[in-house]
């Protein structure tokens, strides 16, 4: 199993990002994905998350600015980001659990800055 996220840079708040993860080695559309990200100094939370069946689910801080969508066709999920805050900053992780074993991306960095 492998997640190759992308997408990340340098915005102005206010702005908008997309980021894209890429799976491979999966059935993909069978699985539930989640983004995470890390900010400087602080622990790792969920940011959204996606079921096999489209349900999705997003923390408090980003509902209403952040859309999280898949594509099952190219084994794509995206994190869809609007009105970025400099809270917004930090390291972004798409992640999925695999036969009870946690897949992580390697973190596409997101930096939201005048």
């Known amino acids: 199993v492998q997640l190759q996220a992308s997408g990340g840079g340098l915005v102005q708040p206010g702005g908008s990002l997309r980021l894209s993860c890429a799976a491979s080695?999966?059935?993909?559309?069978?699985?539930?994905v989640d983004w995470y990200r890390q900010a400087p100094g602080r622990q790792r939370e969920i940011v959204a998350s996606?079921?096999?069946?489209?349900?999705?689910n997003y923390e408090d801080s980003v509902r209403g600015r952040f859309q999280i969508i898949r594509e099952n066709f190219g084994n794509m999920v995206y994190l869809q980001m609007s009105l970025l805050k400099p809270e917004d900053t930090a390291l972004y992780y798409c992640?999925?659990?695999?036969?009870?074993?946690?897949?992580w991306g390697q973190g596409t960095l997101v930096t939201v800055s005048s």
């Open positions: 992640h999925l659990i695999h036969r009870g074993q946690d897949f």
């Open positions: 080695g999966i059935v993909f559309q069978h699985y539930d």
């Open positions: 996606i079921t096999s069946d489209f349900s999705t």
